[in-house]
């Protein structure tokens, strides 16, 4: 990746659906360099895909909750009982395998305090957890979805 690729990443994190011809302008190419560019961001995986980001609380999901886990089972197969389960959830926004004195941690967002013990119940009810700790977020300061781009001047 050179310069050029990563002015462009920056530019579609910001707004993914500038045209070619704006994009291009931002960056300091033509179109079909630009687009050829866009491709083999693409085909690298660098670029995975576009979407529509969302303010959760006007769609009514105005509870975002960090759910810290603990297991006794560090068992490859508790681990993919568990990741699928887990992962079929649709209040799942996040899912991380944590480091430290915590196994797991998720980021869920739900409705209200009902949703969260209705979404509560059916994750304990997945498999045997030693420990479930809820973090109750009561204000959003900063949500990013661009990674700083590495080497930009």
Not at 21 to 34: F, I, N, R, Y
Not at 59 to 84: M, N, P, Q, R
Request: aromatic share 8%; proline share 3%; glycine share 4%.
């Amino acid at each position: 990746m050179d310069a050029i690729d990563r002015k462009i990443l920056v530019q579609l994190q910001d707004n993914s659906s500038l045209s070619i011809a704006e994009l291009a302008d931002k960056v300091g190419l033509s179109q079909t360099p630009c687009w050829k560019r866009i491709q083999k961001l693409e085909a690298a995986g660098i670029i995975t895909k576009r979407v529509a980001l969302l303010a959760p609380e006007k769609i009514g999901l105005g509870l975002t909750v960090f759910v810290s886990i603990e297991t006794s089972d560090h068992s490859a197969e508790w681990l993919d009982t568990f990741a699928k389960a887990t992962s079929a959830m649709p209040e799942v926004m996040e899912f991380y395998r944590m480091a430290g004195d915590v196994d797991y941690m998720l980021r869920v967002v739900v409705a209200d305090m009902a949703a969260y013990d209705r979404f509560y119940k059916r994750l304990i009810g997945t498999i045997p957890l030693k420990n479930v700790t809820s973090r109750f977020a009561m204000e959003r300061i900063k949500s990013t979805t661009a990674y700083p781009m590495v080497g930009q001047a």
